[in-house]
């Protein structure tokens, strides 16, 4: 079965002033990533502080959006019912070295595997949510 996005009605993320600049970017098909501007890590999930050396001097860059599978499971039974089954939620380390949980779409799930070369795709869910995803690189 090929993984897709889904198309129900799902709960969304809500932004919220932290989050709103990764938000808004998705929108218009760009993936931003905070980046501290002291020791230049890699910061997300969005926060006030570097998680490396507490600096508050973070500013948003839009990362490549290439990365790779860093770990996946496909879920077959739903946490809510407003899920169609299976989706495969995946960690994707990004090429800058950075990581986030999303979902893998665009091939079967049984041909998600660590390691795997994907690439950021933008799903419109809502006129406010447009949810980053990732597909194999052709
Ligand atoms: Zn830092």
């Avoid at 129900?8 to 990764?22: M, N």
Wanted: proline share 9%; aromatic share 8%.
């Amino acid at each position: 079965m090929r993984a897709a996005p889904q198309t129900g009605d799902i709960p969304l993320p809500r932004p919220t002033k932290l989050s709103g600049p990764h938000w808004n970017a998705c929108r218009e098909g760009k993936l931003l990533v905070q980046q501290c501007g002291d020791c230049e890590t890699y910061v997300f999930i969005p926060q006030t502080q570097c998680t490396s050396c507490y600096s508050q001097n973070l500013a948003w860059v839009e990362s490549s959006g290439r990365g790779t599978v860093y770990s996946s499971t496909t879920v077959h039974r739903p946490q809510r019912l407003e899920f169609e089954v299976p989706y495969t939620v995946a960690i994707i380390e990004l090429e800058e070295g950075w990581h986030m949980l999303s979902n893998v779409i665009g091939c079967p799930h049984e041909d998600i595997e660590v390691g795997m070369p994907v690439e950021v795709t933008f799903q419109k869910m809502s006129d406010e949510i447009t949810l980053p995803m990732f597909r194999p690189v052709a």
